[in-house]
């Protein structure tokens, strides 16, 4: 199997993008990062990189980091062993991984690889799944109504993201929560629900060719229960629908039975299982 490293990602997406989209939705993450990058975000000090593995002519695996965030795999279901190739690839020039992202096989068979090598421990932190939604079941009899988020929202959006990254990701939180969300008002899309002041968000600052992404979905304690993240989810899905996208995804934390039943009440239906896992070694433990 021969492996390669690109030099940029628009190289990248031009030999690894054919073989990802045939399953765009599932492969939003791999497909859309290496978009913004080209695009110019910057995603930390060091640069990314972007690997491919190929079985003759046909691509079989492929791997993309922007430090200091995990690794993230796509790997096809038949060729598991093109993620030993990638293992030793990052091994030979001195990775250092604290952690990596891709469908439960691939993430299983990945860290099967990397802990052989590196005497490193892997252990899963959140299970996901990804959702697709092509339809709009908006919610019925929810007040209020959605609007584009404003400057003068950024103090309590700031608070939010704040809240949305210790629930979803406490390993991970923001260096700067209202970076965060300037980021968002400045290069993707940021919805609020609004009933006399607003009391719930949801974001989409990536997708691919076809698709948009929703993230960045939180509503505050003192507001659940009400069905404001149900409404703002549905609304912001069908804005990006009207917009031009042929569908939404989505990831959530199989942890929580609530957000996966209102995602699938507005429309969204799962495609595949994915995995975070974080490598861990005797002196991480201690």
């Known amino acids: 199997m021969k492996l390669i490293r690109y030099p940029t990602a628009a190289a990248f997406l031009d030999a690894a993008e054919p073989a990802l989209m045939q ?74 991984l604290p952690g990596a992202h891709g469908t439960v096989e691939a993430t299983d068979a990945f860290a099967e690889a990397w802990t052989k090598r590196t005497g490193t421990t892997a252990r899963v932190f959140m299970s996901q799944r990804v959702y697709c939604l092509r339809q709009v079941t908006p919610p019925a009899n929810v007040p209020g109504r959605m609007r584009w988020a404003e400057e003068s929202d950024v103090p309590t959006l700031a608070r939010w993201f704040l809240g949305f990254f210790h629930e979803a ?54 507001h659940r229960g009400r069905g404001y993240a149900s409404a703002c989810v549905a609304a912001l899905s069908q804005s990006m629908l009207d917009a031009g996208s042929s569908f939404c995804t989505l990831y959530t934390d199989l942890s929580n039975p609530t957000s996966n039943k209102i995602y699938q009440d507005v429309g969204y239906r799962p495609v595949a299982d994915f995995a975070m896992i974080a490598f861990e070694s005797e002196e991480d433990a201690q």
């Open 23 to 96: 399953e765009e939705a599932k492969n939003n993450l791999i497909l859309g990062i290496p978009q913004q990058v080209a695009a110019g975000r910057e995603y930390g000090a060091e640069p990314p990189y972007f690997l491919s593995v190929h079985d003759t002519h046909q691509l079989v695996a492929a791997a993309i980091r922007t430090p200091p965030y995990n690794l993230i795999l796509h790997c096809h279901e038949n060729h598991l062993e093109a993620l030993d190739r990638i293992a030793e690839y990052l091994i030979d020039e001195g990775e250092k």
């Open 169 to 222: 990701v406490p390993e991970d939180p923001p260096n700067d929560p209202e970076e965060s969300a300037r980021r968002f008002l400045a290069r993707g899309r940021l919805a609020v629900w609004d009933t006399d002041g607003i009391v719930s968000m949801a974001g989409s600052s990536r997708g691919s060719k076809n698709g948009a992404t929703v993230s960045a979905v939180y509503t505050p304690p003192e």
